[in-house]
């Protein structure tokens, strides 16, 4: 897996319904995670590559100092061991993540 920024969407005012109409029909397996506006997620690496869907709101993560927003309709692989930190974005985030953090909970804290 490489670092990579997408649109899981076509529509810019995406609904997190439509994002789990497409989990339903890909049948993928995550997590619902919400960030407050400024959160800070100190810098971490995950032993398993991550897949984010930005649901609502946005997302500031940070990799190799390169800053990748991401808004409603937005997702990002992140590769197994990447060093990424984030910040909550103006009005907090919603975001799904695979695999589930419940069942791979291999974090790195650096």
């Known amino acids: 897996m490489q670092l990579k ?3 899981w969407s076509r529509d810019y005012e995406s609904a997190e ?3 789990l109409q497409m989990f339903a029909a890909k049948n993928i397996t995550s997590e619902r995670w919400t960030a407050e506006s400024d959160e800070v997620f100190a810098p971490r690496a995950h032993a398993l590559d991550r897949k ?3 649901a ?4 500031i993560f940070t990799v190799d100092g390169k800053k990748i ?3 409603a309709g937005d997702a990002l692989d992140i ?3 990447t060093v990424h930190e984030a910040l909550g974005g103006f009005s907090g985030c919603a975001i799904y993540e ?3 953090p419940a069942v791979n909970p291999a974090i790195l804290q650096v």
């Not at 609502?56 to 997302?59: A, H, P």
């Open 5 to 7: 920024k997408y649109r």
């Open 17 to 19: 319904e439509e994002l």
């Open 52 to 54: 984010l869907w930005c």
């Open 56 to 59: 609502e709101g946005s997302i």
């Open 69 to 71: 927003s991401l808004q």
């Open 79 to 81: 590769p197994a061991y």
């Open 98 to 100: 695979s695999p589930v």
